[in-house]
C-alpha cells in the first residue's frame, strides 16, 4: 500500500535547468519502517536526478522483489515504472532497453534479489553491458520475512535473532569487476555527499553501472554485532577517495592539489574529479579495483568511493549494432526492407 505525497510546497522552491523542482521527483510516501536506509537512498536519487536535470519521464525504473524493490514507489513518481518478480529485474530492464534506448534504465534490487534467486541474473546483465544503472540495497538480510541472513551477509555476523552467519559471503562488487562491470562503485545510506555524485556519475556512464549500497535494515539487522550496521559501517568506511562529477555544462575546477587530484572524462564531456587517499590506486585500472578491495576486505573495512570505471566503454547496443532509432518506433517500412534485399541475405547463405 501506498499514501500519496501532500501536495503543498514552498512556492519559491528552486529550479533546475528544465524548469522541475524537487517536488517533480518525488513519489508516494514511503511506508518502510522509520530509519530505513532505503529511504536515504531514494532521497539520493531524487537529488541526483534534479541535479542532473534529467526530465522524469525519460526515467524507466525497474525492480523485482524486497524491501529494496518497493523503493521505485517512492522517488520519481512521474516516470515510468515496472516492478518485476523475484530475481528477474535484469531480465524485464533488458527488454525494455532494448526496445526504446532513449530512456534511462534505473535497476533496484537488493542483496536477496541479486545475490541469491537473481545471482544468475545479475551476472548475465553485468556482462552484456545493459546501460544502465544498477542499484543493490544491501542490508545483508531478508527483510519482508523476519530478517534471515543473506547471501551477502558478512561470517560471524550476528542479525536480532543473535546467530552468527556461517557461511561465506558473496560480495557483489567484486563478482561485478571480475564479470567485466565497466563501473563499479559502493556507497552507505547514510553518505549522502559520497552516493548523490556516484549516482550521477553513474546514471551518465555510457554502460552498466553497479552501485552497491550498505543500507542498514533497523529492523532485523542493526545490531552491535552486525557488519551491515549503522555504527559497523561508520567505524569501519574506507573511502578510496572523495570526488566530484562535474556535468559538461559547467566550468571544469578542482579544489585539490594537482598530482592529488585524478581527472576521469566521461564520454558526454563530463568530468569526474577524483581526489585520492590512496596515490597508487587508479580507479581506471581494474587490477587495481580488484587489490584495493581485497585489502580492504582483509582489514574488515568496508571501501566505499568509485572503485572501478571505464570512460571508453561500449555498451550493448553498441556491441550489437542496433539501429539508432528505438525499436518501439520502427514502422513496417523499416523492418520489411523487400524481397530484393531477401534474395541478397539469401543467396549469401548459398
Known amino acids: 500500500m501506498s499514501f500519496i505525497q501532500p501536495t503543498f510546497r514552498h512556492p519559491d522552491l528552486p529550479v533546475n535547468d528544465v524548469g ?28 541526483a536526478c534534479f541535479e542532473l536535470s534529467i526530465e522524469p519521464h525519460r526515467v524507466a525504473k525497474i525492480s523485482g522483489i524486497g ?74 538480510c531478508y527483510g519482508l520475512t523476519k530478517g ?15 546467530v552468527a552467519n556461517l557461511y561465506t559471503p558473496i560480495d557483489l562488487a567484486s563478482v561485478a569487476l571480475d564479470l567485466g562491470a565497466t563501473f563499479v562503485g559502493r556507497s552507505f545510506s547514510g553518505d549522502k555527499e559520497q552516493l548523490v555524485p556516484l549516482i550521477k556519475a553513474a546514471i551518465t556512464h555510457p554502460g552498466f553501472a553497479f552501485l552497491d549500497v550498505v543500507s542498514p535494515c533497523v529492523t532485523f539487522n542493526n545490531t552491535p554485532a552486525s557488519t ?67 585489502n580492504a576486505k582483509e582489514r574488515g573495512d568496508v571501501l566505499t568511493g568509485l572503485i572501478y570505471i571505464d570512460p571508453n566503454t561500449q555498451e550493448l547496443h553498441e556491441m550489437i549494432e542496433t539501429t539508432n532509432k528505438p525499436l518501439r518506433n ?3 517500412k523499416d523492418l520489411c526492407p523487400g524481397s530484393k534485399a531477401l534474395d541478397t541475405i539469401n543467396e549469401s547463405l548459398r
Open 148 to 162: 534471515q541472513d543473506s547471501a551477502t551477509a558478512d561470517v560471524g555476523s550476528k542479525s536480532k535473532s543473535g
Open 330 to 332: 520502427l514502422t513496417e
Open 20 to 47: 522541475f523542482t524537487k517536488k517533480d521527483y518525488e513519489g508516494s510516501l514511503s511506508t518502510l519502517c522509520a530509519g530505513c536506509g532505503h529511504d536515504s537512498i531514494s532521497a539520493a536519487i531524487v537529488q
Open 67 to 140: 524491501c529494496s524493490s518497493k523503493t521505485p514507489t517512492y522517488f520519481l513518481g512521474n516516470s515510468h515504472g515496472f516492478n518485476s518478480v523475484h530475481g528477474r529485474m535484469p531480465s524485464v530492464a533488458t527488454g525494455a532497453n532494448l526496445a526504446n534506448r532513449d530512456l534511462i534504465y534505473v535497476g533496484v534490487s537488493g542483496d536477496g534479489d541479486s545475490a541469491s534467486i537473481g545471482m544468475g541474473q545479475f551476472a548475465h546483465v553485468v556482462r552484456r553491458n545493459l546501460n544502465m544503472l544498477y542499484i543493490v540495497e544491501n542490508n545483508g
Open 228 to 294: 551491515k550496521s549503522y555504527e559497523y559501517v561508520r567505524e569501519h568506511l574506507d573511502a578510496s577517495g572523495t570526488f566530484d562529477f562535474v556535468p559538461m555544462k559547467q566550468e571544469i575546477t578542482t579544489h585539490y592539489q594537482p598530482g592529488a587530484t585524478e581527472q576521469v572524462h566521461m564520454h558526454d564531456g563530463s568530468v569526474i574529479n577524483l581526489h585520492k587517499l590512496n596515490q597508487s590506486y587508479d580507479p581506471r585500472d581494474r587490477r587495481s579495483a580488484v587489490d584495493a578491495m581485497f
